[in-house]
Nanobody, 113 residues
Framework: QVQLVESGGGLVQPGGSLRLSCAASGFTFSSYALKWYRQAPGKERELVAVIDSSGSTYYADAVRGRFTISRDNAKNTLYLQMNTLKPEDTAVYYC???????WGQGTQVTVSS
């Protein structure tokens, strides 16, 4: 069974940084592309970043240059390093496996002074 567990969310001031983690199990981690999504109250779910099995990455315009997606295949863990955080980054962040359409439970990120 596929399991994805996000962690690392919390409250941070504008301009601060946070690192999210997604611990994965139940599949061949290194063979899968992985994504981070986010959803704020009253807004559509939004793709944040993608990393494929070769390490190639893609970022949404809103986060490009501030966020970095990475993976540690030895630890079966996906990361999202978030720098220069803005209030509009406030959302629940989810990791996702496109191939199996599997989702984690989400972790809340709140950017506020």
């Amino acid at each position: 069974q596929v399991q994805l567990v996000e962690s690392g969310g919390g409250l941070v001031q504008p301009g601060g940084s946070l690192r999210l983690s997604c611990a994965a199990s139940g599949f061949t981690f290194s063979s899968y592309a992985l994504k981070w999504y986010r959803q704020a109250p009253g807004k559509e779910r939004e793709l944040v970043a993608v990393i494929d099995s070769s390490g190639s990455t893609y970022y949404a315009d809103a986060v490009r240059g501030r966020f970095t997606i990475s993976r540690d295949n030895a630890k079966n863990t996906l990361y999202l390093q978030m720098n220069t955080l803005k209030p509009e980054d406030t959302a629940v962040y989810y990791c996702m496996i496109p191939r199996s359409r599997s989702w984690g439970q989400g972790t809340q990120v709140t950017v506020s002074s």
